[in-house]
Each structure stands twice: as structure tokens, then as C-alpha cells.
């Protein structure tokens, strides 16, 4: 299969600059943007900022079993050996769960809940499937931050995805407040591509998982971003909704809080940019974080 020209050169390709989006933001034609579940406004902001924030979209009781669910998980010696299990690296609590579809059928449920699949489905314009999922926990005084960074950079160069026509789904499994390391995203940054210095090692996926330094975008490339754009922080209780857009850079700070802090992250991808070879060069990273053998659209399910 012939590979799709690589219009995002990064990392062993490197150039300083930034280069322009070449894709929409919303890919929804004129029908599906007007019979879609998001409002105009909704959409303007969407397009404006990279992401969208519905405070409050699930109830707290609708999504309590989810963060009971992880307690579970870490309680388990078995799945806590397996790599799609990642554990904090200062204090051995869970940093991420991968693959969360697989492992529950209320979070495969989840991921197929008519109003979910509908926006994103008007945001991306098309049938889509679960390139990823993954809880990302922080516990109370111990969690660690994520470092600046954009999910597409990390998924064209080390997955193989094309463009950027990708949507993650962020559920607030706790409270996210100024002070349990809430999400950081930097609104604009979306529109351009921030080429990322550094070869990509072997199994990059081992360490970055834990403590990304590949993939990372220069620091006057993020402040010249936040200098323009700002950077906001979504908050809100327990059932808190965000969609942001796959080229968003964001962040989080570590957890210096008593309060957990726990997100349950899904990652749409369209059908029409399905994954090639790496661009990279390396070899794809596992199916738990890069799908390619279960690329079915995905059909509601009610909740």
C-alpha cells in the first residue's frame, strides 16, 4: 500500500516553524453541520479554540461506576502487569489504563452513546471508530503532569495517522478543580502543526507513556502559542464533558491536591483516515494505542 505524502514532517524530519493546518476543522458538510446534535455556536467555538467544554453533560451517578471500575483494575495484580497498564512513576499508582473498551463493556457502551457518536460524528463528518481509549488517573499529592504536547503528532508520526481527522472525548470521572492537575489546552494552537525536534527510539511507547520527552514541542514554540492564544483550563464536577480536537496542544500539571483527579478519554478517528505505516519509520505501535484491526464504524447503542 502506497503511503499518503507526509504533509507533517517531525522529529527525524525536523524544521523549525510551524506549518499550516492542511485540513478543515469540522468536516461536516452543510447538512450534516445543521442536523447535528452541536449548536452553531458550539461549533464556531469548536472551530475557533480546538475544543469544546459541556460542564456538567452526565450526572455524577452516571458516571460513579466508571471510577469504581479503576479501583477494581488496580486491585488486580494481573492487569496491573499487562502493558497496557501504566503505573505512576513515582509512587506506583495508576497513571493510565489503555484500551478501556476492550476491558469493560460499560465503557464499550460508553464510547457508543447516541449523543456522543452523533457530535462526533458531525464534527469529523463521517462514520467513525475507537483509535484509542484510556483512563488517565492522577491520585491525591502524587500524580504526575503530562508535558505539552499534540495527540496527532504523537499519531502521525509513531501510528501512521494521516491527517487530522480525530476528536477526543474527555469524561470527567471526579471533579477536575484548579487544583487536582486539570487539563491545560492552549485555544488556536490547533490551526498549525508544531514540528517536534528528536529521533524516535525503538518502542518509544515504553517510556513515553510514562515520561514523554520525544514528541515534545519546543518551549518558545509553545510560548509564542500561548502568548497569542492564552491558555484555559476546563473544570467542572464529575460527568464534565470536553471534545477537543486531535492537534490541540495541552498539557496538565501534577496533583499537588488530596483529591484525585480521573478522566476517561475516548479518541474518534474517522473511517476515511484509517492508519498507514508509521511516518516515522519505526514499527507501529501496539493495537491498544494505535487501532488497525478493528476499524468497524462504530452504531449507537443506548445508554
Known amino acids: 500500500m502506497l503511503q499518503t505524502t507526509?504533509?507533517?514532517?517531525?522529529?527525524?524530519?525536523?524544521?523549525?516553524?510551524?506549518?499550516?493546518?492542511?485540513?478543515?476543522?469540522?468536516?461536516?458538510?452543510?447538512?450534516?453541520?445543521?442536523?447535528?446534535?452541536?449548536?452553531?455556536?458550539?461549533?464556531?467555538?469548536?472551530?475557533?479554540?480546538?475544543?469544546?467544554?459541556?460542564?456538567?453533560?452526565?450526572?455524577?451517578?452516571?458516571?460513579?461506576p466508571f471510577f469504581d471500575e479503576l479501583d477494581q483494575i488496580e486491585k488486580d495484580p494481573v492487569i496491573c502487569r499487562s502493558d497496557q497498564v501504566i503505573m505512576d512513576p513515582n509512587q506506583q499508582k495508576i497513571r493510565s489504563v489503555f484500551d478501556m473498551h476492550n476491558l469493560s463493556s460499560a465503557f464499550d457502551r460508553m464510547t457508543r452513546h447516541p449523543h456522543?457518536?452523533?457530535?462526533?460524528?458531525?464534527?469529523?463528518?463521517?462514520?467513525?471508530?475507537?483509535?484509542?481509549?484510556?483512563?488517565?488517573?492522577?491520585?491525591?499529592?502524587?500524580?504526575?503532569?503530562?508535558?505539552?504536547?499534540?495527540?496527532?503528532?504523537?499519531?502521525?508520526?509513531?501510528?501512521?495517522?494521516?491527517?487530522?481527522?480525530?476528536?477526543?472525548?474527555?469524561?470527567?470521572?471526579?471533579?477536575?478543580?484548579?487544583?487536582?492537575?486539570?487539563?491545560?489546552?492552549?485555544?488556536?494552537?490547533?490551526?498549525?502543526?508544531?514540528?517536534?525536534?528528536?529521533?524516535?527510539?525503538?518502542?518509544?511507547?515504553?517510556?513515553?507513556?510514562?515520561?514523554?520527552?520525544v514528541g515534545v514541542p519546543s518551549r518558545g514554540a509553545v510560548a509564542d502559542l500561548a502568548n497569542a492564544g492564552g491558555i484555559e483550563q476546563p473544570l467542572g464536577p464529575a460527568g464534565s464533558l470536553l471534545l477537543f480536537e486531535c492537534n490541540t496542544l495541552h498539557a496538565s500539571n501534577a496533583n499537588m491536591s488530596p483529591w484525585p483527579r480521573s478522566n476517561l478519554f475516548f479518541v474518534y478517528n474517522s473511517v476515511d483516515n484509517r492508519l498507514e505505516q508509521p511516518f516515522s519509520g519505526k514499527t507501529p505501535r501496539p493495537e491498544f494505542l494505535g487501532a488497525r484491526n478493528n476499524t468497524r464504524p462504530l452504531t449507537a447503542v443506548s445508554p
Request: charged share 20%; with cysteine; glycine share 8%.
Open 6 to 64: 507526509d504533509l507533517y514532517p517531525t522529529r527525524e524530519r525536523y524544521t523549525e516553524g510551524r506549518i499550516p493546518r492542511n485540513e478543515p476543522v469540522i468536516h461536516a458538510d452543510t447538512v450534516q453541520r445543521a442536523e447535528g446534535p452541536l449548536s452553531e455556536n458550539e461549533l464556531e467555538k469548536y472551530q475557533r479554540d480546538g475544543f469544546l467544554s459541556l460542564e456538567g453533560y452526565f450526572s455524577p451517578q452516571a458516571v460513579a
Open 116 to 213: 456522543l457518536l452523533a457530535m462526533v460524528q458531525q464534527l469529523l463528518g463521517s462514520d467513525v471508530y475507537i483509535h484509542q481509549s484510556r483512563i488517565n488517573d492522577k491520585a491525591g499529592f502524587c500524580g504526575n503532569g503530562f508535558e505539552w504536547h499534540s495527540d496527532f503528532e504523537t499519531w502521525h508520526s509513531e501510528d501512521g495517522m494521516p491527517a487530522m481527522r480525530a476528536v477526543s472525548v474527555s469524561i470527567m470521572l471526579t471533579d477536575n478543580n484548579a487544583f487536582n492537575g486539570p487539563l491545560m489546552l492552549i485555544p488556536g494552537s490547533h490551526q498549525s502543526f508544531v514540528p517536534c525536534p528528536g529521533e524516535t527510539p525503538d518502542n518509544n511507547w515504553n517510556q513515553s507513556l510514562r515520561s514523554q520527552t
